[in-house]
């Protein structure tokens, strides 16, 4: 594949989507398909957003992901089917697929010397292979603290804000997980009064009926995080943001988004499989943030202590 058309991939990244349709399906009277808000049945599209030189030499290539379904989630496990190429296949990369776009959600460190070569992030569903492929494209180098943000006064006196967590690390599937966050932060940038904005690729589930040979789930799904608030959604408040990174089915955040009060920001979240877990938190000033992960095990029976 040529550069000239990997770099869709990034035209995803900057906030251009490309749509195609067959022209003869729309040529008989049917309704465009691009019009339509599925809640199952569509892929994962990987995404490559840029890459940053980092204080020692080496490079970080950043990447995130869009689900394409309203409602939807799925696991796909580290392997043929979920692979970072060249090297281990296992480079941090979610195994957890929530809903709708998740930027920059994790990066790759390559070496000083990696010169011309690529970096490709596969993703296998349903049999279909979408790949992100990144490389040292001058035009593509970004500032990973202040990706697609306007540089103001304000803007550039904030300091991100700092968590610390308090998780247990077991705990049995019947009992609800009570998560415990500690947030300090400068109070910049000065909150906006007013409703919180939704994130763009956020929206709510489709209130219109999907194409025929599409399978619908239940809206009433368990609710997942809204993933990492981006470009000036959280300038309403300081903010923690839970979400599923890795494990084997959604969970129920109550709240996914905390808002931070006298420094804490609690919530719960229910199981419904067992097996082991990767959550994580996102505190978010509206600029800057602090992003913690943290690996639990859910049993089946009684929590082990």
Not at 47 to 54: T, Y
Not at 111 to 123: C, F, N, Q
Not at 240 to 254: C, H, L
């Amino acid at each position: 594949m040529s550069h000239d058309c990997r770099s869709l991939v990034s035209l995803v990244a900057l906030g251009f989507v490309v749509f195609t349709a067959d022209p003869t399906v729309i040529g008989q009277g049917n309704p465009d398909p691009t019009s339509f808000r599925f809640n199952t049945g569509q892929g994962v599209q990987p995404i490559f957003e840029g890459w940053a030189k980092n204080q020692d030499g080496t490079f970080t290539m950043y990447f995130g992901y869009l689900n394409r379904n309203y409602v939807e989630t799925m696991e796909i496990p580290v392997g043929p089917d979920n692979k970072v190429e060249p090297g281990t296949p296992d480079r941090g990369q979610p195994t957890f697929f929530n809903t709708r776009i998740h930027r920059m959600g994790f990066g790759v460190q390559v070496p000083k010397d990696w010169g011309k070569k690529e970096l490709t992030w596969s993703v296998t569903l349903r049999g279909a292979t979408e790949k992100a492929v990144g490389w040292l494209q001058p035009e593509w180098e970004i500032d990973p603290i202040y990706f697609g943000k306007t540089r103001t006064q304000e803007s550039l006196k904030n300091k991100p804000p700092s968590m610390v967590l308090d998780v247990p690390a077991t705990l049995s599937l019947s009992n609800p997980l009570t998560l415990k966050a500690t947030v300090q932060d400068d109070g910049l940038p000065t909150p906006r009064k007013g409703p919180r904005r939704q994130a763009v690729g956020q929206e709510t589930p489709p209130t219109l009926k999907p194409l025929p040979d599409q399978p619908e789930l239940p809206v009433n799904v368990p609710a997942v995080g809204a993933g990492r608030a981006r470009g000036g959604q959280g300038s309403q408040g300081l903010v923690v943001n839970w979400m599923v990174w890795r494990g084997p089915a959604a969970v129920a955040f109550d709240p996914a988004t905390v808002t931070v009060k006298d420094g804490k920001a609690d919530a719960t979240a229910a199981f419904t499989k067992p097996r082991t877990y990767v959550l994580r938190a996102i505190a978010n000033d509206g600029e800057l943030n602090d992003q913690k992960d943290v690996k639990l095990t859910v049993t089946a029976g009684t929590a082990q202590h």
